[in-house]
């Protein structure tokens, strides 16, 4: 089953409607799980209720952007919560079921057109984790409306490219793909570096390494580092 794709308001309409309704995990949980290798980079160790958690956009050919997307989306959608995309005309369903993400919870919004901010508020009002492409003219004060709703309301608003203000930003600053030898194989998994960059609790930054997609067989191991850099955990496999 693929994802819901929405278009026009009484469509959205229907599916807020239901998503609005308790979810199976307790609507009171403030912090929605996330997989055990990224809980480091958050300051609550998961997506908390009504906060924004930016994910930024680096050079196309090594950002690694959507699969860190799919990485934060999967254990809460596993667990429960309703998911929404908005503005990624080539977010791939396949992909996304492949990592545990519930395609009977995901709604796909590819193409929002100008009433883009309407759209992400009303999913902010129905939807526990709302993950939106930012279009170049966003304004600073839709931005903060939309991150304000999102507090308001208990969303978890996931901007992907520049957003300013943000809880937390996360960006692949690196990546090595793995599975390619002596001109033959297939690329099956990347090792990527995540920084995570934020305010409040998150303001000292962070970075790990993990694999995406993920083996399930990381471990975290700390790195000893001098004092004059900034700390990082390596994530590496176990087998």
């Not at 996360?170 to 090792?191: A, F, I, K, P």
Request: charged fraction near 20%; charge should be positive; include cysteine.
């Amino acid at each position: 089953m693929a994802g819901r794709m929405v278009v026009g308001s009484a469509a959205l309409a229907d599916l807020v409607r239901p998503a609005s309704a308790p979810d199976p995990v307790g609507g009171g949980h403030r912090v929605l799980p996330v997989a055990p290798e990224l809980t480091g980079l958050l300051p609550n160790r998961g997506l908390r209720r009504g906060s924004t958690i930016a994910v930024a956009v680096g050079q196309p050919r090594r950002s690694g952007g959507t699969s860190l997307v799919l990485a934060l989306l999967a254990e809460a959608s596993r667990a429960g919560s309703w998911c929404a995309v908005v503005g990624v005309p080539t977010f791939g369903a396949g992909a996304a079921a492949e990592l545990g993400i519930a395609l009977d919870r995901l709604a796909l919004v590819p193409n929002p057109g100008p009433e883009w901010a309407t759209v992400v508020a009303a999913l902010i009002d129905g939807v526990d984790v709302v993950v939106t492409a930012v279009p170049a003219t966003v304004s600073a004060s839709v931005a903060t409306r939309l991150a304000a709703r999102a507090r308001q309301r208990g969303s978890v608003l996931v901007p992907y490219g520049r957003w300013d203000g943000a809880d937390v930003t996360l960006q692949v600053v690196r990546g090595v793909w793995e599975g390619l030898g002596s001109g033959r194989g297939r690329l099956r998994r990347r090792e990527v570096t995540v920084s995570a960059r934020g305010r409040g609790a998150a303001a000292r930054p962070k970075e790990i390494k993990v694999w995406l997609p993920g083996d399930e067989l990381t471990r975290v191991i700390p790195r000893t580092v001098p004092t004059a850099t900034r700390p990082a955990l390596t994530l590496v496999g176990a087998g």
